[in-house]
């Protein structure tokens, strides 16, 4: 089977006053219609890898790869009507905090509805059904209600919902989820995950979930990629993580104190330079 | 110093944050307080301090009792707070020096120079960092000038507000052995706000369980691990805190 997503070679830098900052430095990776991971710290690039995917690394960044094809498309050779085209209907991408990645000034319901009338052809009564039925798949309760009401009037984990609804209205084949539980708390954190869990799932996508909390995504994806200074340090099946080969991913492992356990003091990574080379 | 908390309330205009909560902490123990968002683990940690509006019920620190807002110089001396986000609570325009020079002209203490040097040490942090400006620190640097700040006046309460759930997971392991270093060589009584309970069970001896205002259980950290609890959320969160697992989530 060929696969969703090829990435090979990608690097995204930033020129600045003091030089060229390098956030992805030549990573590749194919994604099929499963679950991947992408761990790492702040700054491993992590995000800015999701951000190059959905072609929204920011001026002035500069995104280069060798290959970057989504289903057979040169995303490296897309212009901005292509993205508009493909962004929301056949590629998605959820973010971390729905109070800043949700319209402030547009009600739950109308942004939903616009995505599905930007990229289908559909009436303003179907729209308005398939945003209802949609906001019922992500357990909702009352779907009428939230479809009229504003972001601010509704919490973090029903705000996330609603991003998640709308990100996937229009049946996309790639997911990319960046952070999307870590302004949550715990257990809102595992509702919101289990329904995302039904919905790729149920509809076959492929998934990219970005994420700090190594165990976390690890109980959550297939595979890992774990990032360290914009590279690629190591790559694991996530029932192998235990067997962990990495310094850096034994690190991350090891330095989260867990219930239970009486390790004082926590173990701390020591970064080794040969690590980012 | 101990704190005793009873029946505590605190209202917003009208919204009980706090409902009749009580909690007694011990000289040189580690309490942590756990809940999720809203619950009024912060608000309880505010209303000791006096930055919230205190209702009803009485808070007493070391047997002296503590009356609206007001707070004795000798309290705002021995308690001291550390909040959560380093990028919000050092100023950006000062400098490190400047920062931890603040409370000692606050409480009227000498010998500045011989202070600030050791606060730094004692954080971990060199001397070059004494006269840098937060944006040229990292977060976790940033944590560390906040407890510096927070250490310098010789305080013997710390109450500490999620003070790593901003960091990355290796810089958190660094500032929690630094609090536990800290708390070892000084004696300190600590009140830990946390929603992870990983982190309040490796820091806290004992820890009060908080939802929607009201205190849902106080129990050892060991029974928590050991899975004696009494109350269906707290083993709830304690699920939770597990991470994903598809037998966890109902649909």
Known sequence: MKPLLTVRNLSVTYPTRTGIVEAVRGISFELGRERLGIVGESGSGKSQ??????????????????????????????????????????????LQDPKFSLNPVMTIGRQITET???????????????????????????????????????SGGMGQRAMIAMMLVCGPE??????????????????????????????GMGLIFISHDLRLVSSFCDRVLVMYAGRIVEELATADLSSAKHPYTQGLLDCTPRIGESRHPLPVLERQKEWAA | ??????????????????NSVSIAVDKGESFGLVGESGSGKSTLLR???GLAPVSGGTIAVNGEALTGSRRSRAFRRAVQMVFQDPYASLHPRQTVDRQLLEPLAIHGIGDTERRILQALDEVGLGHS?????????????????????ALIVEPAILLLDEPTSALDASVQAEVLNLLEEVRGRHNLTFVMVSHDLGVVTHMCSRLAVMKAG???????????????????YTRQLMVASKGFSREAVPG
């Open chain 1, 49 to 94: 890898t999701g951000r190059a995917i959905m072609g929204l690394t920011p001026p002035p960044g500069i995104v280069r790869a060798d290959t970057l094809s989504f289903s057979g498309i040169d995303l490296t050779q897309a212009g901005p009507a292509a993205w508009r085209d493909m962004r929301g209907s056949r590629m998605a991408m959820i």
């Open chain 1, 116 to 154: 599905l009338r930007r990229h289908e052809n559909v009436t303003k009564r179907e729209a308005r059904r398939r945003a209802l039925e949609m906001l019922e798949a992500v357990q909702i309760t009352d779907p009428e209600r939230v479809f009229g009401l504003y972001p601010f009037e509704v």
């Open chain 1, 174 to 203: 790639l997911l990319i989820a960046d952070e999307p539980t870590s302004a949550l708390d715990v257990t809102v954190q595992l509702e919101v995950l289990g329904i995302l869990d039904r919905l790729v799932r149920d509809n």
């Open chain 2, 1 to 18: 110093m101990t704190i005793r908390i009873e029946n505590l309330s605190v209202s917003f205009d009208g919204f009980r944050a706090l």
């Open chain 2, 47 to 49: 209303a000791v301090s």
């Open chain 2, 129 to 149: 960092f004494r006269f840098r400006y937060p944006h040229q620190l990292s977060g976790g640097q940033r944590q560390r000038v906040a407890i510096a700040r």
């Open chain 2, 214 to 232: 009201e205190v849902v259980e106080t129990l050892a950290a060991a029974d928590l691990a050991g899975g004696r609890m009494v109350s269906d």
